[in-house]
């Protein structure tokens, strides 16, 4: 992994932890759970079905210009699409199950 990666995985982690861990960052009515309930709602109703929206996009674009690993980009896509949009059954499951 380079450095610009390297850094960049710390900044995202840095940026995760600083949301989930401040209480400063939520409304002051809300409680630390309700708050986290929320954000797994948000990213699991919202952002994950567009991020797989976009790999099938990108995916897609490199199978059209001719690249020869795109195939196995378009079936890692594909999966981990399965995977963003299945989530928002499979999370409410465990979340009950605990």
Not at 8 to 27: G, M, N, P
Not at 75 to 83: F, N, P, R, T, Y
């Amino acid at each position: 992994m380079t450095k610009r990666g390297l850094c960049l995985v710390w900044l995202v982690l840095v940026v995760i932890a600083s949301i989930l861990l401040s209480e400063d960052t939520f409304a002051q009515a809300a409680t630390f759970s309700s708050k986290v309930d929320s954000i797994s709602t948000l990213i699991v109703s919202r952002i994950l079905p567009s991020v797989s929206i976009f790999g099938l996009l990108y995916a897609s674009i490199l199978a059209a210009s001719g690249d020869e690993s795109s195939k196995k980009r378009m079936v890692l896509v594909v999966v981990a699409s399965i995977v963003g949009i299945l989530a928002k059954f499979v999370v409410p499951m465990l979340q009950s199950a605990v």
